[in-house]
C-alpha cells in the first residue's frame, strides 16, 4: 500500500519562507510524477507544482520565481521551498503523485494534506 507522508506545513509571517516535503513509500512504488497542489479557503484544489522522472519542474503562475520544487529520486520524495510567501498562499497543501504500485497502471496518490497559514 502507498503512503505520503508530508511534513513541514505551518504558520510564518508574510514575507517568509516554509520548506514542504513529501515522502512516498511502498514496496514497488514507481513514481512518475510527484508534486503539490493546494486548496485555498472557499477555493478548488489546485496545482502548485509538479515535475515528471527526468522532466524540469512546472509551477502554478501565481508561485513562480517564489517557489521551488525538488525531486529525490532515490528516496521516492519530493521538497517544495516556498519563498516571499504571501497570505493568498494561505491553504492546505497536497502532495501528489502519480506511479505504478506492484506493476499495476499509474494512478493518483494523495498525502493527507498539510496546513500553511501565511499572517499578514
Known amino acids: 500500500q502507498v503512503h505520503l507522508a508530508e511534513s513541514g506545513g505551518g504558520l510564518v509571517q508574510a514575507g517568509g519562507s516554509l520548506r514542504l516535503s513529501c515522502v512516498g513509500s511502498?514496496?514497488?512504488?514507481?513514481?512518475?510524477?510527484m508534486g503539490w497542489y493546494r486548496q485555498c479557503p472557499g477555493k478548488q484544489r489546485e496545482l502548485v507544482a509538479t515535475?515528471?522522472?527526468?522532466?524540469?519542474?512546472s509551477y502554478a503562475d501565481s508561485v513562480k520565481g517564489r517557489f521551488t520544487l525538488s525531486r529525490d529520486y532515490a528516496k521516492n520524495a519530493v521538497s517544495l521551498q516556498m519563498n516571499s510567501l504571501k497570505p493568498e498562499d494561505t491553504a492546505v497543501y497536497f502532495c501528489?503523485?502519480?506511479?505504478?504500485?506492484?506493476?499495476?497502471?499509474?494512478?493518483?496518490?494523495w498525502g493527507q494534506g498539510t496546513q500553511v497559514t501565511v499572517s499578514s
Open positions: 511502498g514496496l514497488g512504488f514507481v513514481i512518475q510524477q
Open positions: 501528489h503523485a502519480i506511479g505504478e504500485l506492484e506493476g499495476i497502471r499509474a494512478r493518483d496518490y
Open positions: 515535475v515528471r522522472t527526468s522532466d524540469r519542474p
